[in-house]
């Protein structure tokens, strides 16, 4: 498979790269002086695209390449590819659920707590000496407070399981109710904002997803309630939000996305009721691992003819 | 109830404060009149009881202080800072604030263990510094699936395992015998239990027997890639020890929310980013506060209404 052409969108994971290059011949996308020429004269040799939650596979980079077989994305979140482009043309689409479900239900949990219990702020006080100088703040308990979820698939559940060991009733809104679930359905993200303490994005980003935090929702959460995002920056009217934060509309945020990463607005920065990571969901060494093992299994099995193992389409 | 003398023994919430204030008369020890011993020959005999905490409670020397003492109300669920044997020895009541900080506890635990392993603190501190747009960090470890040991299976070790059981950690636990009723492997030895789990996690009571239970040989079983956090005393772990252990990289990582000597944090610690400090919050959220109090009240009303006392400690 030496001579297979693979084109990797953007820097991601160099255990994943040296797999890569070990099996096929990788082309770096983000060492191209020339785009656009780089893409002109290597065409017909590119016949697949690794891509991740940065940079995937748009509709011009679809037709650039006229031998595209498969788009492997090192991301479970497919936003960045045109699927319906890849469906008509038969180009297949893998990603990476599962294996890192645990590690964005853990952040949920993580967020929730740090943003609750201000963990990130008293570390910084106790390293800064105050704590010499007189006790921390009170905070608010985790505990029994009422969780709202966006979107009930893999993520949304595991985020559920968790919640529910700290005694957390669970509701939720998807776009249309589940058979078999025992927490409460919203049949609006409004109606379930307004019945929840902490209010978490687990949802694909769609373009009916797109700011599917607006300004009325953000009203409903109000001001003791909390928005946690381990969806994508664009599920979120940004500036929305921050004007909400500033004049402490809203209660508090954990965010691991933003519409423009890595631009976080800066008005966030000293808000000590906010919880602010770069894109890390998945960033631990175990479940990269098993993503970039996942992308590897994916192109093998497509290349030998074999049943992809995670398809999209 | 208004002549009950009550001896606050430092400040810890306004509102147990105004609370005492409105039914007893509440004496605090930080903010005497006079000196010490002026306030002691004039006020001693008209002192019942003492509201003490995990910083101050009530010493032997205090206690013999009050002859009329009668009952020590803690706002704790912790009985380190009170000489049990002598309250005992005078047929002084004591009380605690179980059950109501629980949750709060087990919860910062689990903060605790997520923000130490996925670098949450760090991650944080990366953004709010502007720092993303240089590239990005490095990776952590993931949580789930991690092998938790807790040394003590009391109320908190117990809330502890139930949430980590959610994120399907396997549990095990040392305590000093083996409580039937749990599916959780028991090590009766401290030692064996850290060498057979990731994250070791510091719940049970302060006593001389576990005083330092976590010590060279314990952290040295855990290992470079085990994690120890203490939310139960600073008095817990050999701190010195500890902190060797962080530095020369002996062991994974600590979140900490109780230090020997607080406030003071042993300065080594500040720099490392394989650690989460906090400073002995467990228990501090308006709620449990506010509910903590209420059981303080409750407590001394029983008493001196002749009732049965809510949380006496036997």
Known sequence: ?313 | MNNIGVLMTCPMLEYLEKQLEARFKLFKAWNLSSSKPDFFKKHSNSIKAVVGDTTVGADAALIDSLPNLEIVASYSVGLDKIDLEKCKEKGINVTNTPDVLTDDVADLCIGLALAVLRKICVCDQFVKSGNWINGDLGLASKFSGKSVGIVGLGRIGSAIAKRSEAFNCHISYHSRSEKPNTNYKYYSNIVDLAANCQILIVACALTEETHHIVNRKVIDALGPKGILINIGRGAHVDEPELVSALLEGRLGGAGLDVFENEPDVPEELLALENVVLVPHVGSDTEETSKAMADLVISNLEAHFKGEALLTPVT
């Open chain 1, 1 to 313: 498979m030496e001579s297979i052409g693979v084109l990797m969108a953007c820097p991601m994971n160099s255990y994943l790269e040296q797999q890569l290059d070990k099996r096929f011949k990788l082309y770096r996308f983000w060492t191209v002086p020339d785009k656009s020429s780089f893409l002109a004269s290597h065409k017909d040799s590119i016949q697949a695209v690794v891509g991740n939650a940065g940079a995937g596979a748009d509709a011009e980079l679809i037709e650039a390449l006229p031998k595209l077989e498969i788009v492997a994305s090192f991301s479970v979140g497919l936003d960045k590819i045109d699927l319906a482009k890849c469906k008509e043309k038969g180009i297949r689409v893998t990603n990476t659920p599962d294996v890192l479900t645990e590690d964005v239900a853990d952040l949920a949990i993580g967020l929730m707590l740090a943003v609750l219990r201000k963990l990130c702020e008293s570390d910084r006080y106790v390293r800064s000496g105050k704590w010499k100088k007189g006790d921390y703040v009170l905070t608010t308990k985790f505990t029994g407070k009422k969780v709202g979820i966006i979107g009930l698939g893999r993520i949304g559940m595991a985020i559920a399981k968790r919640a529910e060991a700290f005694s957390c009733p669970i509701s939720y809104y998807t776009r249309t109710e589940k058979p078999d679930i025992k927490y409460k359905y919203y049949p609006s993200v409004v109606e379930l904002a307004a019945h929840c303490d902490i209010l978490v994005v687990a949802c694909p980003l769609t373009k009916e997803t797109h700011h599917i935090i607006n300004r009325e929702v953000i009203d409903a959460l109000g001001p003791k309630g909390v928005l946690i995002n381990i969806g994508r920056g664009p599920h979120v009217d940004e500036p929305e939000l921050v004007s909400a934060l500033v004049e402490r509309r809203l209660g508090g945020a954990g965010l691991d996305v933003f519409e423009n990463e890595p631009y976080v607005p800066e008005e966030l920065f000293g808000l000590d009721n906010v919880v602010l990571l770069p894109h890390v969901g998945s960033g631990t060494v175990e479940t990269r691992q098993a993503m970039a093992d996942l992308v590897i299994g994916n192109l093998e099995a497509h290349f030998q003819k074999k049943p992809l193992l995670t398809p999209v389409v």
